[in-house]
Nanobody, 123 residues
Framework: QVQLVESGGGLVQAGGSLRLSCAASGRIFSVNAMGWYRQAPGKQRELVEAITSGDSTNYADSVKGRFTISRNNAKNIVFLQMHSLKPEDTTIYYC?????????????????WGQGTQVTVSS
């Protein structure tokens, strides 16, 4: 299958910035959408921002003007640049990607999740 590895989380003061990275690896044939989601304890996982292979983006209203997603298609990496962080942004952030991969002699679809990276914003 396809594995996603996130990095870049950590502790930052309110108003600060962090940059998350997520690299996809495996027998990748294609990568369509890549995105970032977050999930607070006791709540459903929600979309933060996603980007298609054609660079169309979709984002949550709560991060508009503060977060920017980008991707390096050659390296199958997606980034989330976060500015003006708020305490309510504190939670675990998960990377997601979908596309196709080489499975034996066939091309098969995948939808993979990373293990999550903690972002903590102190007030």
């Amino acid at each position: 299958q396809v594995q996603l590895v996130e990095s870049g989380g950590g502790l930052v003061q309110a108003g600060g910035s962090l940059r998350l990275s997520c690299a996809a690896s495996g027998r990748i044939f294609s990568v369509n959408a890549m995105g970032w989601y977050r999930q607070a304890p006791g709540k459903q996982r929600e979309l933060v921002e996603a980007i298609t292979s054609g660079d169309s983006t979709n984002y949550a209203d709560s991060v508009k003007g503060r977060f920017t997603i980008s991707r390096n298609n050659a390296k199958n990496i997606v980034f989330l640049q976060m500015h003006s962080l708020k305490p309510e942004d504190t939670t675990i952030y998960y990377c997601n990607a979908d596309g196709t991969y080489i499975s034996g002699s066939v091309i098969a679809p995948y939808n993979s999740w990373g293990q999550g990276t903690q972002v903590t914003v102190s007030s």
